[in-house]
């Protein structure tokens, strides 16, 4: 270990003199910051003179020191003062110069506030921030568990003014629909989360709804989709999800000129799990011919040949895929670059995996809203890492009525002539 002497006489070793060197420059940097600003403001109002032509905003010396959390650690600050004599002629107060950089209650950066109940989202008990970060920031200011606990309580505001945010200006052309179970205290051990995720007109992903209710009940999705609807939100022109959801019964209520698109995914691990194991290869290959066909007739000769072969010895593995092939292939009347997103419920599947990881690091929230705020701010977190559809600017020909015949657009004459 490199070991070296510092101006103050004490011995450090090499990573000790960086971490000081980087903070000390992050100081140097703030002060000047502070310092360009004041003197922008001072320049700006240099004309502004009492009756006896003294100037009224001029320097006021330096404000006590006190240490800001940022990302190179903690650094200690002297922001320096303005007197401003002025007077607002509506309120009679003298104003004040308030600095943006650094505002008077400020802490830590912006930055830090902002990792911090992150970090507490992805795993790190309240307990354990000072110790994890302690020596990382070089202060265990604005650590504290109760610190934690306050930015936190906010989660639970976002998540109610998310459910009452008016969806009228929003166009979801696609939406996922899933019912999620994750080892949250809702209560009751049947309740689950029930999410929509939907696809805007410019092909960008974004959490429509979030509730909790029942997986399988008609009531408790068609109460969600209703308050959709009540918000303005439009029907979308596809719904993606898995055909054991309550969601299409109320989909058919709320929304009756919405299609269906039923999740592959979950058909596959339904059909499989009807066949013994030692037919899972060859079904497994048989559904990919499926659902992977270049067009729908090939899908459909694939599926004939699909129930030829197990029809016989397993009908009720073959009946799942038959008794719903059109909602299965539905696909096919949509982008072929869309494809790949519409047969499955994945971004929602893939989003609650953190979820499920933080309430099994945590052992539940604590309490059903504290589950909700927990869900709604993973999944707020998630969404920002979401990617667009391919080809987005098919996204608005398709809300626009455009047809496509097996993922081709397929021009207006050519429509009417056939």
Request: a positive charge; hydrophobic letters at 45%.
């Amino acid at each position: 270990m490199l070991t070296v002497v510092a101006e103050d006489g004490a011995r450090r070793d090499g990573v000790s003199l960086l971490d000081d060197i980087v903070r000390e420059g992050a100081r140097r940097m703030l002060a000047a910051a502070l310092e360009a600003e004041v003197d922008a403001y001072l320049a700006e109002l240099a004309d502004e003179r009492d009756e006896r032509g003294r100037r009224l905003v001029v320097r006021n010396g330096r404000a006590q020191p006190r240490q800001v959390m940022t990302a190179a650690g903690a650094v200690e600050v002297t922001a320096p003062r303005v007197n401003d004599k002025r007077v607002d002629a509506n309120t009679g107060e003298r104003k004040r110069f308030r600095s943006v950089i650094l505002p008077p209650w400020c802490r830590k950066s912006p930055k830090v506030a902002e990792v911090l109940p992150l970090l507490y989202l992805h795993g790190l008990s309240t307990g354990d921030f000072v110790p994890a970060l302690e020596s990382f920031l070089g202060s265990a200011a604005g650590l504290s568990s109760a610190t934690i606990t306050r930015l936190t309580k906010q989660w639970g505001e976002d998540y109610h003014a998310f459910c009452a945010r008016d969806l009228s200006q929003v166009d979801y052309v696609y939406v996922w629909a899933d019912g999620v179970h994750v080892n949250v205290r809702l209560d009751e051990e049947k309740l689950c989360l029930l999410v929509i995720v939907g696809v805007r007109a410019d092909g960008t992903k974004e959490l429509v709804a979030l509730a909790d209710g029942y997986r399988e009940s008609t009531g408790s999705w068609a109460d969600l989709l209703r308050d959709c609807a009540r918000r303005g939100m439009r029907a979308p022109v596809l719904a993606v999800g898995d055909g054991a959801l309550g969601f299409w019964a109320a989909l058919r209520e709320v929304f009756p000129d919405t299609r269906h698109q039923r999740d592959w995914v979950h058909k596959v691990a339904n059909v499989l799990a009807a066949l013994p194991k030692s037919a899972h290869p060859g079904a497994k290959a048989a559904l990919a011919e499926i659902y992977n066909a270049e067009n729908k007739r090939h899908a459909q000769v694939a599926a004939k040949r699909f129930a030829d072969a197990y029809g016989a010895k397993f009908p009720k593995a073959v009946k799942k895929v038959v008794d719903d092939l059109d909602e299965l292939l539905a696909f096919h009347d949509f982008p072929a670059e869309h494809w790949i997103h519409l047969r499955t419920s994945n971004p929602i599947e893939s989003t609650f995996a953190t979820v499920r990881h933080r309430t099994r690091v945590t052992k539940g929230p604590g309490s059903r809203a504290a589950g909700m705020a927990m869900a709604f701010k993973l999944i707020e977190s998630a969404q920002q890492r979401w990617r667009a559809v391919n080809a987005p600017h098919l996204v608005a020909l398709v809300r626009a009525g455009a047809h496509f015949q097996d993922g081709v657009l397929v021009e207006r004459a050519e429509v009417q002539a056939a």
